[in-house]
């Protein structure tokens, strides 16, 4: 179970984020209005928020997964494989330290870890080696993890941004799958649930305790995971998806 969210307004300089898509610019209005609605499901979900204030030095800065991974004995500070994204981490820094007095770690240089690409699994994290988190980074991540008794293996992406574009873990040995991931060895011990090609963008969500926050208009997806026992909980975050976002990014949750 959370206990914890920790979020960021999106500030204006949203518009201009990092993105691979061609799907357009954001609008800042429309962004703050699905960040809200954001904010809103998450209050469903019997969890206590921090919202921390929009920062205009920092375009991707409401995408606060990326930048620390909160464990349940430690938080890491990461080093994103964007530059432009570098000193996010000294936003988030003082935040999390109040959760986790005594336990903050770190990666450093010439490590790059992006958060987003790292998913939990009950005590084993499964680490994607992306375009933005290497190989240096991922060993790193492990050896802190392997030091509060927590276990990481690396995964290659294919296509993707980040490992959590396309899977997310559900809890009750229950894996939501798009693409590449459906047929990795990696997770066939696991229940996966495929999501057709269509619908692939809405394989990243997230499980807040026993609820599933998933991005609006994907029905079969909505479908299965409903199937599943689940309460689904719907958010539009159109926006957000034209600079490379989804539902698990502009949230830490612990």
């Known amino acids: 179970m959370f206990k914890h969210i920790i979020a960021r307004t999106p500030c204006k300089a949203l518009v201009n984020g990092l993105t691979s898509a061609s799907l357009g610019q954001p609008d800042y209005q429309k962004a703050l209005d699905q960040h809200n609605e954001y904010i809103r499901a998450l209050q469903q979900c019997d969890v206590d928020i921090t919202l921390l204030p929009a920062d205009e030095r920092f375009p991707d800065s409401v995408f606060v997964e990326d930048v620390a991974l909160c ?67 991922a060993d790193q991540m492990i050896a802190i993890l392997n030091k509060y008794g927590l276990t990481g293996s690396v995964v290659t992406l294919e296509k993707v941004l980040h490992l959590k574009t396309g899977l997310a873990y559900l809890e009750n040995n229950n894996l939501l799958a798009a693409g ?8 066939q011990h696991l229940n996966i649930i495929e999501i057709p090609p269509e619908e692939s963008y809405a394989a990243n969500c997230i499980w807040v305790n026993g609820r599933v926050i998933m991005p609006s208009g994907y029905p079969q997806t909505s479908e299965k995971i409903a199937a599943l026992g689940y309460q689904v909980i719907t958010v539009d975050t159109s926006e957000y998806r034209k600079i490379d976002g989804g539902v698990s990014c502009m949230s830490l949750r612990f």
């Open 71 to 137: 464990t349940p004995h430690c938080v890491i500070i990461t080093r994103p494989g964007a530059p432009s994204r570098r000193q996010e981490t000294e936003l988030i820094e003082e935040t999390v330290t109040r959760f986790y007095p005594g336990n903050v770690e770190r990666i450093s240089a010439p490590g790059t870890v992006e958060a987003g690409d790292i998913m939990m699994v009950g005590s084993h994290y499964y680490i994607g080696l992306s375009a933005r988190t290497n190989q240096a980074g």
């Open 180 to 187: 590449e991931f459906i047929t990795k060895p990696d997770f």
